[in-house]
Every structure is written in structure tokens, then in C-alpha cells.
């Protein structure tokens, strides 16, 4: 599986960042997981290692832009220089500060063009009985991978993230019978634009409150390819607990 770690700004103490990376790594050591870390931007260049094949860095959200007089701006190519090699694009907290499709179209375009793989986020914000979330989702999907040709799209990761569900308990989140309904509706609504068994190649990660008690009947049998964990990987006794929960 992939254990993908959004720190978010929850961890602000570079201590307590570097002691996560560590568990990380005895993790990755001991485990057959691949795991990603998302840490806050600014102590990316401090705990990215490149040699380590099963512990790689991700940036939490990349510039549209690519460079010049633009203040404040993260662009995809510092992020890759500072050792990031996905980028989370379009995470709902983003698209909540107003964050739109066709920015996150212009991210995904700037991250494959600096080599970064985008984890790119979507997921409803609230269910309705007529499907509605449904078309939702797809036109998320749609809108990010139609102005990218075949080899770009092959090389993004969707993290399916209902934002109703993140930032809860294990017990408000989806559930895994709804979870492997999903991951057959986004690898349908793929087909479009990766034909033939493109599609079924595309990592499919899920993220909103999975928590140590959650982790195994979610994996279990919902086709799901790994998770994008918040909070319940921002402590060390939880983060380990998560992953022993889906090792054998
Ligand atoms: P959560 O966040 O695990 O805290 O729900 C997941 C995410 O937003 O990526």
C-alpha cells in the first residue's frame, strides 16, 4: 500500500518533524508499504532524503505560476529542488480558499513539467439522494486530466477525499462498502481518459479520518491502492499504530 502523510500545519516544531521522518523510516525499513510525507513547505529541503526508494517527500500545494516577481509563492521547481517528488494538488482545504478547476488544471501542469507527481485531490463535499456528488466528482476528474495528454495523465495519483469525511473520527468516515463503490465509480470515470487498462494502472488513495481502528476494513477488499492521512499521523504513536494495523 501507499501511506501518504498530509502534515498539514499541524506539526510546526522541526523536533517533532524530524521525529516523525524517523518512524517513517523504520517503518518503510519494516513494512512492504511505500510511504509518502507531506510536510509544511518550509522544512521540506530539512527532511527530504533522495536515496531512500521507499520513503519519498511530498509539497502540500504548488504555484500556478513558475517563477518571477511573485512573492510568497512556492513554485514546482523549488519544491523538486528541495526534495519533494509529488505535490498534493487540489486538496479540499485549497479549493476552500477558493482554489478553482482550472487552477488546479495549471498546477497539475506545472508539477508533471518539473518531473513531480501530483497527487491530485478530490472527493464531494456533502451527498444528496440524486447522484449530484456523483457528477461532481467526475467533473473534478475531467476538468484536471482532459488538457493532458496520455503520458501525463499515467502519471498522476487521485487521493479521493470526500470532505465531509476529513477531519472527523474513524466513526464518521465512509464507510468501506461505500469506499469500493467509489473507487469503481472514479476508475470508471477514468476509463474516459486513460482507455484500455490505463485506468486500472492509476493509484487510487483515500483520505478523510482514517484512523489506526479504521485503516484495516477500509484496505480490505475496496480496491483502494493506499491512504493520505491527516491527523492521526501527525503523532508518532498513532502514526505507527496506523501502519501496523495493515502489516502483517
Ligand atoms: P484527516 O485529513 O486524516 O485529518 O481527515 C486527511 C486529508 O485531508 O488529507
Redesign the pocket.
Known sequence: MIIAT?W?AYVESLEKAKKLVSVAKRLAGSTEHDFIIAPPTVFLGLLAEKNNSKLAFAVQDISTISGGAQTGEVTAGSAREAGATYA?VG???RRARGETNSEISQKLERALAQGLSPIL?VGERSRDDNGGYLSFLREEISSAFEPLSQKERIKILI?Y?PVW????TSSE?ITTADLTEMILYIRKALSEFLPGRGSLRTKILY?????PDNIRVLAEGSGVDGF??????VEPDSFKALVGAVSV
Open positions: 498530509n498539514k498534493i486538496h479540499s482545504e485531490c487521493a477525499e469525511a476529513i477531519g472527523k468516515s483520505g478523510g479520518s482514517v484512523e493520505l492521512i491527516g491527523h492521526s499521523a
